[in-house]
Nanobody, 122 residues
Framework: VHVVESGGGLVQAGGSLRLSCAAS????????MGWYRQAPGKQRELVAG???????NYADSVKGRFTISRDNAKNTVALQMNSLKPEDTAVYYC?????????????????WGQGTQVTVSS
């Protein structure tokens, strides 16, 4: 299973960015997808997550500013980030909780993307 993110970059405070993530490979089904971030010197933290049924959860720090969405048919997830703040600067990682196919069986696995840098200038 491969997970690829795109859409990071440099933006001024108050601006917007949209991150995209696509999962491909021997995927039987996806249970949940999410975005995490890790700033220098800090632990990786959950930003937003979404289940296959569409239930979402957000970190308190991004509620009302970020929106997560997914396309189950395409195995993609996006994160729309508005009203960005300098403290949002971090490497953002896509996480995929899926059932991976192994012949006629499948096993639950978790995969990470390589990360995409988001930098918000003040």
């Amino acid at each position: 299973v491969h997970v690829v993110e795109s859409g990071g970059g440099l933006v001024q405070a108050g601006g917007s960015l949209r991150l995209s993530c696509a999962a491909s490979g021997s995927i039987f089904s996806i249970n949940a997808m999410g975005w995490y971030r890790q700033a220098p010197g800090k632990q990786r933290e959950l930003v937003a997550g979404i289940t296959s049924g569409g239930s979402t959860n957000y970190a308190d720090s991004v509620k009302g500013r970020f929106t997560i969405s997914r396309d189950n048919a395409k195995n993609t997830v996006a994160l729309q980030m508005n009203s960005l703040k300098p403290e949002d600067t971090a490497v953002y990682y896509c996480n995929v909780d899926c059932n991976e196919e192994y012949g006629k069986a499948y096993a639950r696995r978790e995969y990470w993307g390589q990360g995409t840098q988001v930098t918000v200038s003040s």
